[in-house]
């Protein structure tokens, strides 16, 4: 089973900041996908990454894919307490089409 | 459009009870899976269905279960409760199962506590 560990597990940052969450696995994965979860919902997809090395940016947010297909991170630039939430990194397994989630980062932004 | 929607909204239980969780996929999505997520972790994969057939299992013992009906709604059960139950349960709908070209759309949840 291909585990996947994120770090760090909790961030609690003044509005403003930048950070980064990193996520990591001891194999080599086809692709990854980045959810944000905020309390009370569902995760919701921010990015999918599938080419090593590649580099995705969503307005305030860059999503790197690690050259060697086992690491991923986000980076966050000027956070807002907007941002607040846990972040997964998640695999998508082909042939049984489900997703293998990390452990979470919980983000916290404050005034 | 409506999204993917779930209920009930919360729930309690307790120990050895059944329960059932209902999910309405996206209009137009065939394909449901379902997820718990305990407290503090991400969520883990339950079940998978696609027209009406399991496509996928994950590893949760034979107490889980689960169904679609011919309008692609899903119901997920649990008999004989445990503590260890305690969870939110997350549905996900798509257009196709395989999620490497189609986005998955979560629900959500419904909260279950187990007393």
């Known amino acids: 089973t291909q585990l996947l560990e994120q770090s760090p597990q909790f961030l609690s940052i003044q509005e403003g900041e930048n950070l980064t969450v990193y996520c990591n696995s001891s194999s080599v994965f086809s692709s990854l996908q980045w959810y944000r979860q905020e309390p009370g919902e569902g995760p919701v997809l921010l990015v999918t990454v599938v080419t090593g090395g590649e580099v995705k940016k969503l307005k305030r947010l860059t999503f790197q894919f690690g050259d060697a297909r086992k690491d991923s991170s986000l980076h966050i630039t000027a956070a807002q307490p907007g941002d607040t939430g846990l972040y997964l990194c998640a695999l998508m397994t082909g042939t049984a089409s489900k997703l293998t989630f990390g452990t979470g980062t919980r983000l916290q932004v404050t005034l | 459009d409506a999204g993917v929607t779930q209920s009930p909204t919360h729930l309690i239980k307790t120990r050895g009870q059944q329960v059932t969780l209902r999910c309405s996929p996206i209009s137009g999505h065939k394909s449901v899976s379902w997820y718990q997520q305990v407290l503090g972790q991400g969520p883990q994969f339950i079940f998978q269905?696609?027209?009406?057939?399991?496509?996928g299992r994950g590893n949760f013992p034979d107490r889980f279960s689960a169904r679609q009906f011919p309008n692609y709604s899903s119901e997920l059960n649990v008999n004989a409760l445990l503590l260890g139950d305690s969870a939110l349960y997350l549905c996900?709908?798509?257009?196709?199962?395989?999620?490497?070209?189609?986005?998955?759309?979560f629900g959500d949840g419904t909260r279950l506590s187990i007393l």
């Open positions: 996900a709908s798509s257009l196709v199962p395989d999620y490497s070209n189609q986005p998955q759309h």
């Open positions: 269905y696609y027209e009406k057939e399991e496509r």
